[in-house]
């Protein structure tokens, strides 16, 4: 049971370049998420898909797009990137559960990529 | 106002002490609340997770809840040099993500 798993995890662009960032999850959760965490700004949210099928915008979705392939796939694509998209990204994954009369939403996170655009 | 403060820190203790981190939000219609832990260069570890107002204990960690005041606190009991890390608080308002704050970086000093 690898929980959620990203690649690469490391990668440079130069100004410009596209690339993929990949994820998937093996615990059969139907949400997933894309953050990015920046020094001394916490996580933040760029796309989610809270089911297959499904993407919404996050706090920062500009210069990004996803795909959610399958519901174990969720794909984070920089068209162009940007030196201000240098981060470390990270996919979470969730399923929505009932306890005690309270609907909760536990995350857990993959390993991130730590991205450079030069 | 940030929807989730946190003091950045860093926060001090002597192996041993107690560690209080304290978070409040700004989102009265808030219902859930986490604690993730996170070490350098590593991804964010689930390690609380409170819905009530009053105190929720698991191990060494406890959280505490107060919905009246808007905060949210973690104690770690026994603070060891390994629970040295920056610990981030979430909160979830009902929508599907979480929304965070920047964090607080605990060092345990030996």
């Known amino acids: 049971n690898a929980g959620v798993t990203q690649t690469p995890k490391f990668q440079v662009l130069k100004t410009g370049q596209s690339m993929t960032l990949q994820c998937a999850q093996d615990?059969?959760?139907?949400?997933m998420y894309w953050y990015r965490q920046d020094p001394g700004m916490g996580l933040r949210l760029i796309y989610y898909s809270a089911s297959e099928g499904t993407t919404d915008k996050g706090e920062v979705p500009n210069g990004y797009n996803v795909s959610r392939l399958n519901k174990r796939e969720f794909s984070l694509r920089l068209e162009s990137a940007a030196p201000s998209q240098t981060s470390v990204y990270f996919c979470?994954?969730?399923?929505?559960?009932?306890?005690?009369?309270?609907?909760?939403?536990?995350?857990?996170f993959g390993p991130g990529t730590r991205l450079t655009v030069l | 106002q940030k929807e989730v403060e946190q003091n950045s820190g860093p926060l001090s203790v002597p192996e041993g002490a107690i560690a209080s981190l304290n978070c409040t939000y700004s989102d009265r219609v808030s219902q859930s609340f986490f604690w993730y832990r996170q070490y350098s260069g590593k991804s964010p570890e689930l390690i609380m997770s409170?819905?009530?107002?009053g105190d929720k204990e698991d191990g060494r960690f406890t959280a505490q809840l107060n919905k009246a005041s808007q905060y949210v606190s973690l104690l770690i009991r026994d603070s060891q040099p390994s629970d040295s890390a920056t610990y981030l608080c979430a909160v979830n308002t009902g929508r599907r993500a979480l929304t965070f704050g920047s964090g607080t970086r605990l060092q345990v000093q030996p």
């Open positions: 615990m059969n959760h139907n949400s």
């Open positions: 409170i819905y009530s107002n």
């Open positions: 979470a994954s969730s399923e929505r559960a009932l306890v005690a009369g309270h609907s909760y939403n536990e995350q857990f």
